[in-house]
């Protein structure tokens, strides 16, 4: 059956990965990222392989934004099934470091950029009596690593959020928390401090592609209507 789904951070990586899977699958794809160029690259590479998709420039830290991305989806085709939120940072620096800036910056689009995500695709699944929520969270939300202590919290965050959503819905909307371990991406290119840096790139010494957490998403929204995958964790084998 082909679904409209919502993507947010799908100018790269994972959000990137999920969109071209899911097209592939026959879903329509609304898309939205702040850089607008990666963005349009993405949806000209899905249109070339024959797929379904539109753009949103978006800023997941705007509620208004994300208000407007869900509805202009459902007032353009009539409903929306899916959203991923997926934007994320990863600025890690030890604490003491005192990077004030970059402690807010993920707090403002890793948390509220998740609610402001869900605030704006709720109404249209209570509306329509069913919709998937999907949550890209990490393995950080499962364990704490030296300099990575506001990313892990962001994310323990995300998944506390995602879990008390699906508890407080009725069984018609589906809610799904994606836990990436280490992924190729360009997350870690924000990191400033020196120190961090230095240990990412070690921590990052194997990693699995993007489409490994696109393959995983997939499949959560693949199931039956009366199957809800709640929570994956998908990492490198020799990730411990």
Partial sequence: MKKIVLVTGASSGIGQATAVRLAREGHHLVIGARREDRLAAVAESIRNKGGSVEVHPLDVTDRADVTRFADTAAERHGRVDVIVNN?????????????????????????????????????????????????????????????AAVYCATKYAAWAITEG???????????????????ESELADTITEPGAQEAMRAYRADSIPPEAIADAIAYAIGRPPEVDVNEMIIRPARQR
Avoid: C, K
Avoid at 165 to 183: A, C, F, K, Y
């Fill in 165 to 183: 959503l699906r508890l407080e819905l009725d069984p018609s909307i589906r809610v799904t928390t994606i836990s990436p371990g280490v992924v």
């Fill in 87 to 147: 934007a994320g940072v990863m600025p890690l620096s030890r604490l003491d470091s005192l990077l004030v800036d970059e402690w807010e910056r993920m707090i403002d689009v890793n948390v509220r950029g998740l609610l402001h995500g869900i605030a704006a695709a709720l109404p249209h699944f209570q509306r329509q009596g069913g919709g998937h929520f999907v949550t890209v969270a990490s393995i950080g939300a499962h364990g704490v690593v030296p300099t």
